[in-house]
């Protein structure tokens, strides 16, 4: 390759790093009310409810209410805690029932599908913004 050449491959390929760097570098903004769906195919059903993420003071805060069945005791709404956004992935934890729940949401399309790590296995979860 004579030396044009590789000055134009290079030059091209310093244009396509800074376009993927600016891309990554990009944080998705979470912030919003959600219609969210937990899928339990063990269980054979599907719990719907709300997420509402807000800037704080202290950064992002968080909870979740879900629409449980009549024969399960109604809860208030849940905190998330430990809410971290990197590109168009937020994860974060909530507390339920004195455990631990981790989860992790993949942001496009003004929504999110994910997963809702517990004890008890993985479960899909899926949002909308209201």
């Known amino acids: 390759m004579n030396r044009l050449g590789k000055l134009l491959a290079l030059s091209t390929l310093g244009v396509f790093m800074s376009l993927g760097t600016a891309l990554e570098a990009q944080n998705v903004d979470p912030v919003g ?4 769906t937990i899928d339990i195919p063990e269980a054979g059903f599907q719990l719907p409810g709300t997420m509402t993420i807000e800037n704080s003071d202290n950064g992002l805060t968080g909870s979740m209410v879900l629409e ?9 709404p849940a905190d998330l805690f430990d809410i971290t956004v990197e590109g168009q992935v937020m994860k974060c934890k909530i507390g339920v029932e004195g455990a631990t729940v981790d989860i992790t949401l993949n942001f496009e399309d003004g ?7 517990s004890d008890m296995g993985a479960f899909g979860i899926t949002g909308r913004k209201r």
């Open 33 to 36: 009310v959600y219609g969210i």
């Open 68 to 76: 449980l069945p009549p024969e399960m005791p109604s809860q208030g």
């Open 111 to 117: 929504g999110f599908k994910g997963s809702v790590m």
